[in-house]
């Protein structure tokens, strides 16, 4: 039984059709078919049910793939702790983060490019749900992210801290120079939000059921920066977290009026169990340094 071979049949099982497979990995079909018949041949069992163009994973093939999964991760985090004995001056890092906290990400981005300019850097956003999933199948070495409600069990978790909930608008807004707002009149006020998926919305959708709202809805959007830009028109306020909107010193930031505290909880997702890359723990140094900097709430033990 090969690493290779391995690689060959989890991309199968995942994607369930061997053209599709193959060309992920670059190889003929007819490779990937004889290197899992070769599989299949060492192990006198079958893995895959061929079924027209599609393979389904047999209950064997079902059973090998955790531990396939495990042996391929660990021979990854093995070249990657020699590669880290070596320094960390060159390698790949690829990190996620959500898009209201992009503004945190961005002086952290700067600070270790300079520090560490050939390292290759890649940053997806993306919902916390879209950047944990690709958290667990490993395709981010860790992810920057407010705490959804449902959270995978396969992470570890590092807190960092809790960012205040604010109806945020252009100083130019009829409504700027609020000390504080109530939730009766946000909700008649128009908004742009954004879309359900982001942690922000959830939160809000969640006090509005509690309270029996609904709020004036003008606009969704999917990135953050856009709805920010939006804001300085002067007509349209939205609620986002103090994360969002840190580095904006022409939008307002108007307290909301709530029996209950308003806040939401920023992590440090990892994959559980694996080894983490030098330069991604040195990466997540320099977020902290960037978090301490803005003076956010520490979230509280226990």
């Known amino acids: 039984m090969e ?26 079909q007819s490779t990937l078919s004889q290197q899992i018949g070769q599989l299949e041949e060492e192990l006198g069992i079958l893995l895959f049910d061929r079924v027209g163009k599609r393979v389904l994973p047999t209950e064997a093939g079902l059973a090998l793939l955790p531990y396939a999964s495990k042996a391929i991760q660990d021979a990854e985090d093995g070249k990657q702790m020699i590669r880290d004995l070596k320094g960390i001056r ?38 916390s749900e879209e950047l944990l999933q690709q958290l667990e199948r490993h395709a981010l070495d860790f992810v920057l992210s407010f ?17 205040e909930l604010y ?20 909700s008649a006020t128009p908004l742009i939000l954004p ?22 809805v003008g606009i969704e959007m999917n990135d953050v920066h856009t709805i920010l830009h939006l804001l300085r028109g002067g007509e349209w306020g939205t609620i986002l977290t103090q994360a969002a909107v840190a580095d904006e010193p022409d939008l ?16 440090l997702f990892w994959p559980q169990g694996c080894y983490r890359k030098r330069a991604a723990t040195a990466f997540a140094d320099y977020l902290l340094e960037v978090i301490r900097e803005g003076n956010f709430r520490p979230i509280p033990e226990g």
């Open 3 to 28: 690493l290779r071979q391995l690689n060959y049949f989890k991309a199968a099982c995942e994607l369930r059709n061997f053209s599709e497979a193959a060309r992920m990995l670059h190889i003929s």
């Open 90 to 127: 060159t390698g790949e890092l690829h990190v996620g983060v959500t898009h209201s906290m992009i503004s945190l990400m961005l002086p952290a981005l700067e600070r270790f490019t300079r520090d560490y300019p050939h390292i290759g850097l890649r940053v997806t956003q993306g919902t």
């Open 147 to 163: 705490k959804p409600r449902e959270v995978y069990n396969d992470f570890e978790t590092m807190p960092l801290f809790l960012s």
């Open 167 to 186: 109806f945020v608008v252009h100083h130019s807004h009829r409504l700027a120079s609020l000390s504080s707002i109530t939730l009766k009149r946000l």
């Open 195 to 216: 879309e359900r998926g982001f942690a922000t919305r959830t939160k809000i959708e969640e006090l509005c059921r509690k309270y029996r709202l609904s709020l004036t």
């Open 252 to 267: 307002v930031r108007v307290p909301i009026l709530c029996a209950e505290p308003l806040t939401s909880p920023g992590y």
